[in-house]
């Protein structure tokens, strides 16, 4: 094994250089903690754009949902018969719940209302895989590594805390060039519990601990071994919760005739349909305190300039600490003490990469991570 990459999931930079991790800050004497800026979306496109090299706008993947009408299921017909809308979004969402602990089986888009589930398809995620989306026409650091015969192993703990990290379990890992390992804890600790809470520390040093150990007896197997740690993006403290969904509904305007709204944790994508819809909203919208619409020249900087209006015609993002709620992703509201998905300037949100310094030193954004992988990639075929 030459390369070993751990990719850990919602820990922010202005965490790890508290000093609080110290096994993930001091990997190696050459090791060397790097602020990376990160974009403004979620998951889905972030790590689709570390993977491929693209920004969001390029590889076509923003937030996990998009506009693409189709028909509507059986399901939601008959839960439209529900007399409230409040009782419609209830039944949908806890008959969704019981579905999966039943069966198994999952019911598409549980948190969109069912009055305009049928305009909105999500992107097929599994982070079981790598790359976790398979992007048409763009080709990922994966698909590179496998046309160049390099051997290449992912393994995906959502829970490295619970997860035995035995001899055999490293023995099945071994034979590959590079691994990859995704983990999940921290960004569900900081979900749940926040940021800077002492639940939230306590996981830290848990989870530090492990990843030394982790690592420790890798290098001990693989004594030439580069490790390589790094994150998405970071967690913001939730502060203020925005109920915009009940703003909009106070215009007067119509579902889906005038417009359509998509409601994001902190990202609120509108598809304006008439004139009325389009200046009744941005008047309402530049009034709302708590966050913004992005303008043109916002949309640009963050790479969010698409050739298509698939996340809709105009973006409203909440100030940091602010959630909008309650949000079509996770319409419960539950685990919200920690929240990501601001501007990226907004510190809070910076993600990070421990690593050689001599790869690191020239990265500025989490773009920049796939120059990493093919640093690396190339060193391996030199040779």
């Known amino acids: 094994m030459d390369f070993l990459y751990i990719m850990i999931d919602g820990l922010g930079f202005d965490v790890l250089s508290s000093n609080k991790a110290p096994s993930l800050t001091q990997l190696g004497e050459s090791s060397h903690i790097k602020r990376l800026e990160t974009l403004l979306g979620y998951s889905c496109g972030i790590y689709s754009s570390i993977f491929t090299g693209l920004q969001q706008q390029d590889h076509g993947i923003w937030?996990?949902?998009?506009?693409?009408?189709?028909?509507?299921?059986?399901?939601?017909?008959?839960?439209?018969?529900?007399?409230?809308?409040?009782?419609?979004?209830?039944?949908?969402?806890?008959?969704?719940?019981?579905?999966?602990?039943?069966?198994?089986?999952?019911?598409?888009?549980?948190g969109v209302p069912v009055e305009v589930d049928s305009f909105f398809k999500k992107w097929r995620i599994d982070v079981t895989t790598l790359p976790f989306i398979k992007i048409p026409h763009v080709s990922s650091i994966i698909e590179t590594m496998e046309r160049l015969g390099h051997q290449w192993k992912y393994v995906y703990w959502k829970s490295l805390l619970q997860t035995e990290i035995s001899e055999k379990r490293l023995d099945d890992l071994d034979d590959c060039s590079s691994l990859f390992i995704l983990l999940g804890d921290m960004d569900t600790a900081g979900h749940r519990y926040g940021?800077?809470?002492?639940?939230?520390?306590?996981?830290?040093?848990?989870?530090?601990?492990?990843?030394?150990?982790?690592?420790?007896?890798?290098?001990?197997?693989?004594?030439?071994?580069?490790?390589?740690?790094?994150?998405?993006?970071?967690?913001?403290?939730?502060?203020?919760?925005?109920?915009?969904?009940?703003?909009?509904?106070?215009?007067?305007?119509?579902?889906?005739?005038?417009?359509?709204?998509f409601y994001n944790s902190t990202i609120a994508n509108f598809w304006l349909f008439t004139r009325v819809a389009k200046r009744r909203m941005e008047d309402r919208l530049s009034k709302v305190a708590e966050g913004h619409v992005l303008q043109?020249?916002?949309?640009?900087?963050?790479?969010?300039?698409?050739?298509?209006?698939?996340?809709?015609?105009?973006?409203?993002?909440?100030?940091?600490?602010?959630?909008?709620?309650?949000?079509?992703?996770?319409?419960?509201?539950?685990?919200?003490?920690?929240?990501?998905?601001?501007?990226?300037?907004?510190?809070?949100?910076?993600?990070?990469?421990?690593?050689?310094?001599?790869?690191?030193?020239?990265?500025?954004?989490?773009v920049d991570i796939h120059q990493v992988f093919r640093k690396n990639l190339g060193s391996i075929l030199e040779h």
């Open 195 to 261: 940021p800077f809470s002492e639940a939230y520390d306590l996981c830290l040093r848990r989870f530090d601990a492990k990843i030394g150990a982790l690592v420790g007896k890798l290098l001990k197997r693989h004594p030439d071994l580069r490790v390589f740690v790094f994150s998405d993006h970071g967690m913001t403290s939730c502060t203020k919760r925005l109920n915009l969904e009940r703003i909009v509904k106070q215009l007067g305007l119509r579902q889906p005739d005038d417009y359509l709204a």
């Open 63 to 110: 937030t996990e949902y998009y506009y693409s009408p189709h028909r509507q299921t059986c399901f939601s017909k008959a839960l439209r018969l529900l007399p409230s809308e409040r009782l419609r979004r209830i039944g949908k969402f806890g008959l969704s719940y019981a579905l999966l602990q039943l069966s198994g089986r999952r019911v598409e888009n549980p």
């Open 296 to 366: 043109v020249d916002e949309v640009r900087r963050y790479g969010l300039d698409f050739a298509h209006n698939l996340y809709g015609d105009i973006f409203f993002v909440v100030k940091p600490g602010v959630r909008i709620c309650p949000d079509y992703f996770n319409p419960t509201g539950i685990h919200g003490a920690g929240i990501h998905g601001y501007e990226p300037e907004d510190a809070s949100t910076c993600a990070f990469m421990v690593g050689d310094q001599a790869y690191t030193k020239c990265l500025s954004n989490v």
